[in-house]
């Protein structure tokens, strides 16, 4: 059960990372951007499916998120055929920064609060989430109890979902400056 734990947490801090990684934006390759979406998608897919005993639903997401870059690809392929990617001093500065950042956060937010206490917390909710799995019956169960229970991975898709809505459009903007109606 500890495994799990140091998993999620290991998973937790890749995701922060990923979400900080295209800070600048007008000087970062479409590619690089498909890349950081493509991994954050795989990461939730397998955090859903560490916490889920049916795995049809991380499996279904990751599917139509591959099928997703698929099409963004080709679309992106036709504007950004001949760039290459270039990464600038000033980029690897803002990454390397982010990182130190993210790992000082991580770390004093691990001694400040009770290690313990954090390896219990997360203990619990893995073992109410398993017992919750084996436990599902929804004609005896009221539905907010299922929200409940689901309430940070919806968040997390929430906070996927806005990613990914900025980074697409960002990515569109930048390769062509119209008015998205033009590009049509």
Known sequence: MKIFIYINVIMMFIMTMILFLPLSLKNIHPLVMGWSLLMYSILISLNMNIFNINNLYSFLMYLIMIGGFLILFLYFNSFAINNKIIIKIDWIKMFMFNTFFIVIMMTLFIYNINFFNVILFCINKL???????????????????????????TLF??????????????????????SLRQLI
């Open 127 to 153: 073992y109410e989430s398993i017992s919750f799995n084996y436990s599902l019956n929804l004609s005896k169960m009221k539905m907010y109890l299922l929200y409940i229970k689901l309430f940070y991975l």
């Open 157 to 178: 898709m929430l906070f996927y979902l806005l990613y990914t809505l900025l980074i697409i459009t960002k990515m569109i903007y930048f390769n062509n400056p119209k």
